[in-house]
């Protein structure tokens, strides 16, 4: 497996993958119990475009509504095992969605 690090030479710049964290509901007016707490790994020009992708991304897997707890940045690659891929696959374009 090629090293993320690798992929980017130091005169280019790595897109900002954004990591948003809620909770999604299958059927709208949900309570609490039935939420599903999910990541969103993304990359975006700006904060907005990040959540309108997740939204779109997380309404793809059949969820019909979300409420978005935190949204940050990801500046480097992540050191758990689980969640180097999903960070892969957003700096290659994807909206990567992983639920709890």
Do not use: C
Request: hydrophobic share 40%.
């Amino acid at each position: 497996m090629s090293d993320v690090n690798d992929e980017f030479s130091e005169d280019e710049t790595r897109p900002v993958v954004y990591l948003i964290t809620g909770r999604a509901w299958k059927e709208e007016g949900g309570n609490e119990e039935d939420s599903t707490p999910f990541h969103v790994m993304v990359t975006a020009p700006d904060d907005d475009g990040a959540v309108r992708r997740a939204v779109e991304a997380l309404g793809e897997q059949g969820f019909l509504d979300a409420a978005l707890d935190q949204l940050g940045y990801i500046t480097e690659v992540p050191e758990e095992e689980f969640f180097i891929l999903p960070y892969k696959d957003a700096l290659s374009g994807n909206v990567s969605v992983i639920t709890f």
